[in-house]
């Protein structure tokens, strides 16, 4: 435990308006033969200023507040201004009274094609569908709020989940993959939609448990607060009883597992017997990392 949660002395943080994101972009060309990579570089830059210095939610957040965040573009092809790309989306959060950021949300999209001419004017309209980069871009922006508005509080996230939603309805008649039902069984459209659904509400209120009632009292009570989060880990096996394998579970673990075995690999320990098995039993394809846990 000591190696991830290392307290400290909170201190002031003088006001200034600010947006909700603090995002590093990188769009990453290796795989493309090109002589002129400048192009690459502008969309890296513009991308970047139109993530972070857009208001996605009309709140002020102050410079502490600000989720950070990454997201890495893997250009697969190019040619002139047809891009095919994969694109990797990661965030974390502040865990309170701590100088230790927990990862959050870690999700590699492969459905990412797009066209973008250099120099043009990124601007977003989530009622229309003018660019498939801005609406790809602005979802997760959505999807990011969301999922850490929800560690907060419970069922934080709904507003920012339902302009996803709108985004996702004008983007099905863009004609590109990742918006519809019928592309994939885990996509955008699923994400969103499993996350909205009350079939797997559990999702929200674990993610809920977890961060605040858990991770959020490690400094008060580190026993109390590694029996929250093995009560929240054990909500998955409601889902699984739904939904064996279930994407959200997959969502959940992809972003966790690490953060899960240095939990409860130190003390002072509570019963885990239990807990490696339903991990076993919910996240099977992690086994090898919950051997660690002891």
């Given at each position: 435990m000591n190696k991830i949660f290392v307290?400290?002395?909170l201190f002031s943080v003088p006001f200034v308006n600010a947006q909700e994101l603090n995002c590093v972009v990188k769009v990453n060309f290796d795989q493309v033969t090109r002589t002129n990579n400048q192009i690459f570089g502008t969309l890296e830059k513009a991308l970047s200023d139109f993530i972070n210095k857009t208001n996605w939610t009309g709140k002020e957040y102050k410079p502490y507040e600000r989720i950070n965040c990454s997201m890495v573009i893997n250009v697969t092809s190019y040619d002139v201004d047809k891009f095919t790309s994969t694109l990797q989306v990661?965030?974390?959060?502040?865990?309170?009274?701590?100088?230790?950021?927990?990862?959050?949300?870690?999700?590699?999209?492969?459905?990412?094609?797009?066209?973008?001419?250099?120099?043009?004017?990124?601007?977003?309209n989530p009622a229309n569908f003018d660019s498939?980069?801005?609406?790809?871009?602005?979802?997760?922006?959505?999807?990011?709020?969301?999922?850490?508005?929800?560690?907060?509080?419970l069922n934080g996230g709904t507003s920012s989940f339902e302009?996803?939603?709108?985004?996702?309805?004008?983007?099905q008649?863009?004609?590109?993959?990742?918006?519809?039902?019928?592309?994939?069984?885990?996509?955008?459209?699923?994400?969103?939609?499993?996350?909205?659904?009350?079939?797997?509400?559990?999702?929200?209120?674990a993610m809920f448990q977890y961060h605040l009632s858990g991770l959020d009292t490690m400094n008060a009570d580190i026993k109390g607060a590694k029996s929250k989060i093995k009560s929240a880990i054990e909500s998955f096996s409601k889902i699984n009883s739904i939904r064996p394998n279930a994407f959200?579970?997959?969502?959940?673990?992809d972003a966790k597992s690490d953060e899960i075995v240095s939990i409860f690999s130190g003390g002072p320990n509570i019963p885990i017997d239990d807990l490696v098995t339903n991990?076993?039993?919910?996240?099977?394809l992690n086994a090898a990392k919950w051997s660690e846990i002891r």
């Open positions: 307290f400290f002395l990661q965030s974390s959060r502040a865990v309170y009274n701590s100088t230790y950021s927990s990862p959050v949300f870690n999700y590699n999209d492969k459905d990412f094609s797009f066209t973008y001419t250099e120099f043009q004017n990124l601007i977003f498939n980069l801005l609406s790809v871009i602005a979802y997760y922006c959505y999807m990011i709020i969301g999922i850490d508005a929800d560690t907060f509080a302009t996803a939603q709108e985004i996702t309805s004008v983007a008649n863009g004609g590109y993959k990742g918006w519809s039902q019928g592309d994939s069984n885990q996509n955008r459209f699923h994400l969103l939609n499993d996350i909205m659904s009350n079939t797997f509400s559990v999702f929200r209120e959200l579970s997959r969502i959940f673990f991990l076993n039993r919910v996240s099977p």
